[in-house]
């Protein structure tokens, strides 16, 4: 489109590359970008610079009497006005205008036709653009009328810091998101991640007030039509688990559960790639080609191959490509009502069940929980187990008060006949550094007995600390390590354990408490 600008903004650059082919974005990325190459597998090598990860703590929300209300103020939704949203604004917008060339893509956050939103990024170097480009969803040209006025804008001025003297700016790096003004600001970071995780949270804001439930979950459907939803922290199996040669890939992070089903927010995928190999993730590893992204990646000079487990620039080198270069997926991403919530969880304290059925106010309770243990750390000696909750399962992109998502994943439960489950796929037989991990082959056979119903009709037993109704047998897994009691040498050593956790749940669900129901308190852990 020659006449295309973006004088609207208040930006007078002449060159403007909209939604340009990945083909030219290579070339824009070999001419303009820092340390950009290209990989042997054909893919694009980049480097995000200084930051190699989001900065939750520099994210702010424009403090408005129109939205004020609806917002979880704290930790993870932190204040600003709107004078320091637009001193933020402008110092982007200053910034974009110095430059000779800008890319925009415009596309949409979600498939499903009737709730999607249209999204502009407006960015500086190829790279964002190419990564844009594969994670949202890419609209015919036909469609692109529709995107003359945009449900939001973002301008990414990554490569210029943001004004400190502002009120409300602590560092050099701003993530401004302002829903009265439907804008979004980004300066002080090139992590592309800032740009996808910033469209995440609009839909979060936006999609509860129109009772739809916005998850960060996997997803996938088996060939009757029957969907799985995984929720999970890093490190718990969310992708590996979701990506089942028997069944379709929905979507492996980004999901809205509406009156219709479920449908994918994004286009692509950003998968993480530390020690990635054919072996272990082949379909992850299938998808580094010719229009994905590599961030952050040493290669081999003379033969440009990726060394998958050199982490000198960064432990989390990431690879964005479009979700159909994963060969088992459903396009397009929509798909009906879940039939199982799957909670998974890797408790390093050795302590949880490998699998439970949970109740309604169970289901939110550890929903808002979103727990997950991490082991501390890889020095010698160190044994200690690190708990981690994080509300619905992603809580440094929630908007809403927590209460609100498990009310409407509850509601929706109900409603559509889904069942719960939590997963645990850490320690067995001791804690870490005593026990050992549950093998994941007796996991995906968890897995497949929720699936493809055998465990709605097993027999269960209540595990009297938590309360968890756990399965006596499972096909293809041994009934002892059903319950984790059984695989302890020590049985005290077992209950001071399971009522450590116990404590830190409860200790962490105080903060939840106010917004909670009686019910959902009760579902708690016994101590």
Same mark, same amino acid.
């Given at each position: 489109m $020659?006449?295309?600008? /973006?004088?609207q903004y208040g930006l007078t650059v002449d060159t403007i590359l909209r939604n340009p082919d990945p083909s030219i974005l290579y070339k824009e990325a070999l001419l303009y970008e820092e340390n950009a190459a290209i990989a042997n597998s054909g893919a694009l090598v980049v480097d995000s610079g200084v930051k190699t990860g989001r900065s939750p703590k520099d994210k702010r929300i424009v403090e408005n009497p129109e939205s004020k209300d609806n917002i979880w103020w704290g930790d993870i939704n932190m204040p600003i006005n709107d004078e320091t949203f637009a001193i933020n604004r402008e110092r982007a917008i200053d910034y974009l205008n110095t430059l000779d060339?800008?890319?925009?893509?415009? %596309?949409?956050?979600?498939w499903d036709e009737k709730e999607r939103q249209t999204i502009r990024i407006i960015c500086a170097r190829p790279y964002h653009a190419l990564f844009m480009w594969n994670m949202l969803v890419r609209p015919t040209e036909e469609e692109m009328a529709d995107f003359d006025n945009p449900s939001y804008v973002l301008f990414n001025g990554g490569g210029f810091p943001a004004n400190q003297s502002a009120p409300g700016v602590d560092t050099k790096t701003a993530v401004n998101l302002s829903f009265e003004r439907k804008e979004m600001v980004v300066l002080g970071s090139d992590y592309a991640g800032e740009m996808k995780k910033g469209v995440f949270t609009v839909m979060n804001y936006i999609m509860p007030e129109k009772d739809i439930l916005s998850m960060h979950c996997s997803a996938n459907e088996g060939d009757n039509g029957d969907v799985a939803v995984f929720f999970g922290l890093s490190g718990t199996g969310k992708t590996t688990l979701s990506a089942d040669q028997s069944r379709q890939l929905i979507g492996d992070d980004e999901h809205c559960w509406t009156d219709d089903g479920v449908f994918n927010i994004e286009g692509g995928c950003y998968a993480k790639a530390i020690n990635l190999t054919a072996e272990s993730e082949p379909e992850i590893y299938g998808a580094i080609k010719y229009g994905t992204v590599l961030e952050n990646m040493v290669y081999?000079? +003379?033969?440009? @191959?990726?060394?998958?487990?050199?982490? *000198?620039?960064?432990?989390?080198?990431?690879?964005?490509? #479009?979700?159909?270069?994963? #060969?088992?997926?459903?396009?397009?991403?929509?798909? !009906?009502?879940?039939?199982?919530?799957?909670?998974?969880?890797?408790? +390093?304290? !050795?302590?949880? #069940? $490998?699998?439970?059925? /949970?109740? $309604? =106010?169970?289901?939110?309770?550890?929903?808002?929980?979103?727990?997950? +243990?991490?082991? =501390? %750390? &890889? @020095?010698?000696?160190? &044994?200690? $187990?690190?708990?981690?909750?994080?509300?619905?399962? !992603?809580?440094?992109?929630?908007?809403?008060?927590?209460?609100?998502?498990?009310? /409407?994943? =509850? @509601?929706?439960? @109900?409603?559509? %006949?889904? *069942?719960?489950?939590?997963?645990?796929? %850490?320690? &067995?037989?001791?804690?870490?550094?005593? !026990? *050992?991990?549950i093998s994941l082959k007796y996991t995906r056979s968890i897995v497949d007995a929720i699936l493809d119903g055998s465990l709605n009709d097993a027999e269960y037993v209540i595990d009297p600390r938590f309360g968890l109704a756990v399965p006596t047998a499972v096909a293809n897994v041994p009934s002892e390590v059903l319950m984790p009691k059984n695989t302890w040498s020590d049985g005290d050593a077992y209950e001071a354990q399971a009522l450590k956790l116990a404590n830190l749940f409860n200790e962490n669900f105080k903060v939840y408490e106010e917004g909670s129901s009686e019910e959902i308190i009760a579902a708690g852990p016994k101590l």
């Amino acid at each position: 489109m $020659p006449d295309f600008n /973006l004088s609207q903004y208040g930006l007078t650059v002449d060159t403007i590359l909209r939604n340009p082919d990945p083909s030219i974005l290579y070339k824009e990325a070999l001419l303009y970008e820092e340390n950009a190459a290209i990989a042997n597998s054909g893919a694009l090598v980049v480097d995000s610079g200084v930051k190699t990860g989001r900065s939750p703590k520099d994210k702010r929300i424009v403090e408005n009497p129109e939205s004020k209300d609806n917002i979880w103020w704290g930790d993870i939704n932190m204040p600003i006005n709107d004078e320091t949203f637009a001193i933020n604004r402008e110092r982007a917008i200053d910034y974009l205008n110095t430059l000779d060339r800008l890319y925009v893509i415009d %596309g949409y956050a979600g498939w499903d036709e009737k709730e999607r939103q249209t999204i502009r990024i407006i960015c500086a170097r190829p790279y964002h653009a190419l990564f844009m480009w594969n994670m949202l969803v890419r609209p015919t040209e036909e469609e692109m009328a529709d995107f003359d006025n945009p449900s939001y804008v973002l301008f990414n001025g990554g490569g210029f810091p943001a004004n400190q003297s502002a009120p409300g700016v602590d560092t050099k790096t701003a993530v401004n998101l302002s829903f009265e003004r439907k804008e979004m600001v980004v300066l002080g970071s090139d992590y592309a991640g800032e740009m996808k995780k910033g469209v995440f949270t609009v839909m979060n804001y936006i999609m509860p007030e129109k009772d739809i439930l916005s998850m960060h979950c996997s997803a996938n459907e088996g060939d009757n039509g029957d969907v799985a939803v995984f929720f999970g922290l890093s490190g718990t199996g969310k992708t590996t688990l979701s990506a089942d040669q028997s069944r379709q890939l929905i979507g492996d992070d980004e999901h809205c559960w509406t009156d219709d089903g479920v449908f994918n927010i994004e286009g692509g995928c950003y998968a993480k790639a530390i020690n990635l190999t054919a072996e272990s993730e082949p379909e992850i590893y299938g998808a580094i080609k010719y229009g994905t992204v590599l961030e952050n990646m040493v290669y081999d000079e +003379a033969t440009h @191959e990726i060394d998958f487990t050199d982490t *000198s620039l960064t432990q989390n080198t990431r690879a964005s490509y #479009p979700l159909d270069y994963i #060969p088992n997926v459903k396009i397009p991403a929509v798909a !009906g009502h879940p039939n199982n919530i799957i909670l998974l969880t890797a408790d +390093a304290f !050795g302590v949880l #069940p $490998p699998v439970s059925k /949970l109740t $309604p =106010a169970q289901a939110m309770y550890h929903f808002i929980s979103g727990y997950t +243990a991490k082991v =501390a %750390g &890889t @020095e010698v000696g160190v &044994t200690e $187990p690190k708990a981690t909750f994080s509300a619905c399962f !992603g809580a440094a992109f929630m908007v809403w008060h927590p209460s609100k998502y498990a009310e /409407l994943l =509850a @509601e929706k439960m @109900e409603r559509y %006949g889904a *069942s719960a489950w939590l997963v645990n796929t %850490g320690w &067995t037989g001791g804690a870490y550094g005593t !026990g *050992s991990r549950i093998s994941l082959k007796y996991t995906r056979s968890i897995v497949d007995a929720i699936l493809d119903g055998s465990l709605n009709d097993a027999e269960y037993v209540i595990d009297p600390r938590f309360g968890l109704a756990v399965p006596t047998a499972v096909a293809n897994v041994p009934s002892e390590v059903l319950m984790p009691k059984n695989t302890w040498s020590d049985g005290d050593a077992y209950e001071a354990q399971a009522l450590k956790l116990a404590n830190l749940f409860n200790e962490n669900f105080k903060v939840y408490e106010e917004g909670s129901s009686e019910e959902i308190i009760a579902a708690g852990p016994k101590l």
